[in-house]
């Protein structure tokens, strides 16, 4: 199984990266792909291939994380690595940006005993709008600033998900496999 650990999006944010694609998308020459309405995510952990076996000891080890509720709201937008080189079409966090770091690195420390490895990169907060799959000549920063344009809901963040990632011709799908709620 393809799994990961993120914090599941709100139907408020489904909704605004589908509006926002309808709008975006018609302006850009390249090739993206869009995050699909009801996969809006911010993954704090890929964990790859895992037999289910393994699967249980990440939900076990989940389940035992000491999470605390917050509040989140996006803001502004990017690129990684940088405008000349797009490959990520992102929105950025006002608002809890360091409570997710947090939650990434109890992730991290708790997966770290199960035989993942840990990320050799630091943990940037952000929400993947896109993936630029054929970069063409257009104003990336002109759509950079289009996207910031949007006023994203403050929203409560209150758990992690366990997803497992299916693969298919139409994009990923995701399924949940275990919730951990925050208290």
Known sequence: MRL???????????????????????CVRSKLGWTRQGNWHMTLKFLGEVDEELARDVGQAMAGLSLTPFTLQAAGAGFFPNLRKPR?????LARGGEECAQWAAMVEDAMEPLGFAREERDFRPHLTLARIKEARR???????????????????????????????????????LCQVKAS
Request: proline share 7%; aromatic share 12%; hydrophobic share 45%.
């Open 4 to 26: 990961f650990i993120g914090i599941p999006l709100p139907e408020e944010y489904q909704q605004g990266l589908a509006r926002l694609r309808d709008r975006l998308g018609s």
């Open 88 to 92: 990520v079409f992102w929105v950025g």
């Open 138 to 176: 257009d104003d990336w920063a002109a759509l950079a600033r289009d996207a910031e344009r949007v006023e994203w809901p403050v929203v409560r963040v209150e758990g992690l998900v366990l997803w497992r990632s299916k693969l298919g011709p139409g994009g990923p799908a995701y399924e949940a």
